[in-house]
């Protein structure tokens, strides 16, 4: 994991708090995914459904990440003098989705 060592960005801490607890639900649910997988009469189209449920809230996780990066750090990169590295890590992060 590589931290942005330009200046001093940080994600907004109550977009953290969210993203947290989401992230600790989302453990919750991969632990049910593991129990099931661990059971020899799990139906695999159960676990399909359950996989893409996890699927579904790190998809959110990331929106309001990104969201917060696009609102409080893009928006003002021009300011700040850093806009070409910013859309540098955008295109960067935005090939994995």
Do not use: W
């Amino acid at each position: 994991m590589e931290a942005h060592t330009t200046h001093c960005l940080r994600l907004d801490p109550e977009v953290r708090e969210v993203a947290l607890k989401r992230m600790r639900s989302v453990k919750g649910h991969l632990d049910g995914i593991v129990r099931m997988l661990e059971n020899e009469h799990t139906y695999c189209v159960d676990v399909l459904k359950q996989i893409k449920a996890v699927e579904g809230a790190l998809d959110r996780i990331g929106d309001v990440v990104l969201q917060s990066h696009l609102k409080h750090h893009v928006a003002t990169a021009a300011a700040r003098g850093d806009a070409d590295q910013m859309v540098a890590e955008l295109m960067d992060v935005l090939k994995y989705r």
